[in-house]
């Protein structure tokens, strides 16, 4: 019997690389710097980002892609905070990946903003697969998720620069090992920065907060210093833009 068998998943993730780049020089030229958020529902993406956009909005041009399958309350809660926002709906699907976050980019006009900042859909295997075009990848481990999730999605861990443990302030009360977990992520990656922080009572965002503010100065994206402050916020009067994203069915690999 004559067939082919033809790697479809390699194709697609080949294509996506190639957009990935292409989004990463465009990004260089023009100085804007995307982080791409990532975690499980419920990890606390958007109270984190809230926190942040607390602490730098006032030093950078700061802009943010919600992505979510159906919804606009994130990017509402963003734009209430004074951000420049583009909700982007998923079409039902678990990730973002390189051509969405290309029309999210131009949709927000990243070319005018220093810091964008990329908070994906909900899901601990599907996002790590697929770059975005992303400088700076970001993941949120929550402590009621338990400190044995770098075992159980390595990839996640893998591929991202920072490891945010969300909610230390709840720690005593999951049975959290903050040690165990830091161990397990740094076995995956030892190059991986960690951070225990706490988006409700505030704790550890000032560490973050400096952290990022070296990796804006240092990267390749060299400006020798913050910005000055916008003169007016990046409100934006009638709420968050949106657009959807092609609705090709990519799938989620395990």
């Known amino acids: 019997m004559d067939y082919r068998i033809i790697d479809v998943k390699e194709q697609v993730l080949e294509e996506n690389d190639r957009i990935a780049a292409e989004t990463r020089a465009a990004l260089a030229r023009s100085g804007a710097y995307l982080v791409n958020l990532m975690g499980s529902p419920g990890a606390g993406k958007t109270s984190v980002l809230l926190r942040l956009l607390a602490l730098l909005g006032r030093e950078y041009r700061v802009g943010v892609l919600e992505a979510d399958v159906d919804s606009d309350v994130d990017a509402a809660a963003v734009a209430a905070a004074g951000a420049k926002v583009v909700q982007l709906h998923t079409g039902g699907l678990c ?61 996640m861990f893998q591929v991202s620069d920072v490891m945010l443990v969300n909610k230390i302030d709840a720690a005593p009360v999951f049975d959290f090992d903050f040690e165990a977990a830091k161990a397990r992520a740094l076995a995956l990656n030892p190059n991986i920065a960690i951070f225990p922080i706490s988006a409700k009572t505030g704790e550890g965002f000032e560490a973050l907060a400096a952290y990022l503010r070296e990796r804006l100065a240092s990267d390749k994206h060299v400006w020798g210093g913050a910005h000055d402050a916008p003169s007016q916020p990046n409100s934006q009067e009638n709420g968050p833009s949106k657009a959807s994203a092609p609705t090709t069915d990519r799938g989620c690999g395990n």
Not at 139 to 154: A, T
């Open 95 to 155: 990730h973002m990946d390189a051509a969405m976050t290309r029309q999210g980019l131009d949709a927000l006009g990243a070319e005018l903003l220093d810091l964008v900042i990329l908070e994906n859909v909900g899901n601990l295997v599907c996002p790590a697969e697929f770059d975005v075009g992303a400088d700076l990848r970001m993941m949120i481990l929550s402590v009621p998720e338990g400190d044995d999730k770098p075992l159980k999605y390595p990839l």
